[in-house]
């Protein structure tokens, strides 16, 4: 895996995040984008710099026409993430408009995961409180090491989560379930939220990384650009009416008519070959 070291954006080293390629044994091609949170040290907590490079690191997997999904994960065996930086959060207590810049921009970078063109997958190595959870919400799906706990304690420190917790939690879990995790702030097991349906699936820690990379390089074999509609319409549900919803669902369809992937899927199942997607 390149390390962050050498991965340079202009003349910026990106110290707080690591990039690379990846394929698993289902593809050859490296076609997985893999961003890892690189702050170990303090509890791969989020703070302004974290965002910008999370950022510039997604905006680099979607300008890769070889990349077709994305896995975020981070740094050792014990923690995803533990949210934002409260150091960055206790500089702001005093700025009250400072502390809202802080807090939309990690929206506006959590937006972007959640309409990222390609499918995104959490691989959540460890503790996932707070913002740590809310990104993992933001991606399209969860796998989580056995060993993970899973919480939103903002309350307990006189907060909300405030980064698309209040909003995602319940679309993916229910109200009921997401106000008695985030008015409590318990944390619980990976396997409590993989019954409740935060995560997809729930592995041994040892078996995190290379589950993933299985599940993104399948989703990867997919057409680009129907996984990019497919994803959008399922985001788009929350929103419309079955009527509106069944009309962006024959729009895309529409345009997917047209397009070469679609010839290669039907030419494919009837050679019974693998198809061979360009994205176009």
Known sequence: MKRAKEWVV????????EYSKEGSFLSPTKNVAVITLNREAALNSI???LLDELEQALSTAEQDSEIRSVIITA???????????????????ADPDKAEAFLKRGQQVFRKIENFPKPVIAAINGLAVGGG?????ACDL?????????????????????????????????????????????PITAKDAEKYGIVNKVVPADELMSTALVLATQIAGNAPIALKYA???????????????NELEAKYAKELFSTKDLAEGIMATLQKRKPEFKGE
Do not use: C, H, Y
Request: zero cysteines; charged letters at 25%; a neutral charge.
């Open 133 to 137: 959870l809310e990104l993992a919400l």
């Open 231 to 245: 994803k959008d319409a399922i985001n788009q549900s929350f929103k419309l009416s079955i009527e509106d919803g």
């Open 142 to 186: 969860r796998i989580a090491a056995e060993t993970a706990k899973i919480g939103a304690p903002e309350v307990g420190l006189g907060l909300i989560p405030a980064w698309g917790g209040t909003q995602r939690l319940p679309k993916l879990i229910g109200m009921s379930r997401a106000k008695e995790l985030i008015l409590t702030g318990t």
């Open 75 to 93: 740094k050792g065996e014990k923690v995803f993430s533990a949210g934002a930086d409260l150091k960055a959060a206790a500089e702001f207590s």
């Open 47 to 49: 703070n302004p710099e």
């Open 10 to 17: 202009g003349e910026k080293i990106m110290a707080l995040i």
